[in-house]
């Protein structure tokens, strides 16, 4: 049977956004990301990161470089009992991408990519999974893949989003709509 999951944006969301954060050293998480994640896995979810990751396609870093981070990052959330199930991400950018990453593709946020491979591949339930993001386009991505439910952190779209979304002002609201929603397994 298909399962729930918990799709999170990195850079906003999993850690604090300072703009194509590609080293260990500039590392900060957002307050709350650890508990959540357990909150989420304690209730038979599904946890997994969903990035756009236009700073490789702009050539300001390596793929080698994200993948160190990310290993790090699983590392330290495995650390707090909070495992993250995949991490998938997207390279390319069909504007400012160099050389192979200049393309449009189809995991790019706004476009749902990352998430239907998500259910591809750990076989969630998109209709009853959720995202957690920063931006319009993560709002967007959800609604595309036909997610249950989109939060999205205040903040950083000033101008407002258009897509029907919840707004919060710190993960400790999707965790408790988590510890209501769904039963504890």
């Known amino acids: 049977m298909a399962q729930p999951c918990l799709f999170l944006d990195r850079d906003g969301v999993v850690n604090v956004e300072i703009g194509y954060l590609h080293k260990i050293s500039d590392l900060e998480w957002m307050p709350g990301i650890a508990s959540l994640i357990r909150a989420a896995r304690s209730r038979g979810m599904k946890v997994a990161i969903v990035t756009n990751q236009a700073g490789i396609a702009r050539g300001m870093y390596t793929e080698e470089q994200f993948h160190e981070l990310m290993d790090h990052m699983r590392a330290e959330l495995r650390k707090e009992q909070a495992d993250v199930d995949a991490v998938y991400y997207c390279c390319h950018h069909p504007v ?3 050389g192979q990453y200049k ?12 998430m239907l491979r998500g259910e591809r591949e750990l076989g969630v339930d ?3 999974s959720i995202i957690v993001g920063d931006r319009c386009t993560d709002l967007v991505a ?4 036909g997610l249950e439910k989109v939060f999205l952190i205040r903040g950083t779209e000033e101008a407002g989003c258009t897509e029907p979304h919840t707004a919060i002002d710190s993960l400790a609201e999707v965790e408790r709509w988590i510890l209501e929603r769904y039963p504890e397994v």
Do not use: F, I, V
């Not at 393309?103 to 990352?114: A, F, I, S, T, V």
């Not at 959800?142 to 893949?145: K, Q, T, V, W």
């Open 96 to 98: 400012h991408g160099q």
């Open 103 to 114: 393309l449009e593709c189809d995991c790019r946020k706004p476009l749902p990519g990352m």
């Open 126 to 128: 998109l209709s009853t």
């Open 142 to 145: 959800g609604r595309a893949a």
